[in-house]
């Protein structure tokens, strides 16, 4: 479903100028700390809309701080991100362009987080219903489209609890693109899925991208699916990025230590 043929009332956002293969988000010179510890070390990250980018590492080493941070749920220590052409953080503060630009970036998580009092349609349009000034017919139409987009469109009255893990996590991925977003950032969205499950929900990933030209950041330690579906991937160790290269320069030409010591911990 290509964006042009979609209806109902667009985000009060800023005017998005970014065309495909442009550099959609940029990250500079981030850090991040908890509790003494640093997590993100001088980060430098570049985007580019209509590219899945798969961000690998062991646990700790800052995948999802840096997605955090993106999606502006984690404000960093210092550093600058900047999206289509924005500043959106500025050294330890988020600006007021990141209030328009903030409906472009969507984010969904390994744990669903649906409401499993209501049915798929309330949870995909409870946020465009009070966020945007959607009325409940335009949700319900985008709402439709949305489910249609990830396969999912006869389970628009099905409750969380009647549906698959799969399925479950095909509508947290329906629920982000209500807002129409530019930048689809994933953590771990498959961790929990078995592998046939797991390649379905990544496949509507890949799907998406080439039809609607969304930027994709997927936190995986699915390997298979990086060396087949990524345009870039990025390796994480200690806090900073080792590796970005394509997938045939990280898996099949590249000397890092880390890297190789990781992928075979992986069994890739």
Not at 14 to 38: E, I, P, W
Not at 51 to 64: A, E, L, P, Y
Not at 73 to 98: C, H, M, Q, S
Not at 208 to 219: D, F, N, W
Request: include cysteine; hydrophobic fraction near 40%; glycine fraction near 8%.
């Amino acid at each position: 479903m290509s964006q042009t043929s979609s209806t109902g009332p667009t985000p009060a956002v800023g005017t998005f100028t970014a065309s495909m293969g442009d550099v959609l988000v940029s990250a500079r010179g981030l850090q991040k700390s908890f509790g003494g510890r640093q997590i993100l070390k001088n980060v430098d990250f570049d985007m580019s809309l209509g590219d899945i980018t798969v961000i690998i590492g062991k646990s700790g080493s800052g995948k999802s701080t840096l997605l955090r941070a993106l999606a502006g749920l984690t404000d960093p220590d210092a550093g600058y991100i900047y999206f289509d052409g924005k500043t959106v953080f500025d050294d330890e503060e988020r600006t007021d362009d990141w209030y328009d630009v903030e409906a472009h970036v969507g984010m969904v998580f390994q744990t669903y987080t649906l409401w499993p009092h209501m049915d798929v349609l309330a949870n995909l349009t409870l946020a465009p219903l009070k966020r945007l000034g959607y009325s409940k017919a335009e949700a319900k139409e985008r709402a439709e489209q949305a489910l249609e987009e990830v396969g999912m469109a006869h389970h628009l009255r099905s409750r969380p609890t009647q549906l698959s893990g799969g399925e479950r996590q095909r509508v947290a991925i329906a629920r982000a693109l209500m807002m129409r977003p530019k930048l689809l950032l994933c953590d771990e969205i498959t961790s929990a899925l078995d592998p046939p499950v797991a390649a379905e929900v990544l496949e509507v990933l890949r799907r998406l991208k080439q039809e609607e030209g969304i930027a994709v950041a997927l936190v995986t330690h699915d390997m298979a699916f990086a060396s087949k579906a990524a345009d870039r991937v990025v390796f994480f160790h200690d806090g900073e990025i080792a590796v970005n290269a394509t997938p045939d320069e990280a898996f099949n030409h590249n000397d890092n230590p880390d890297l190789a010591k990781f992928l075979e911990a992986v069994r890739f």
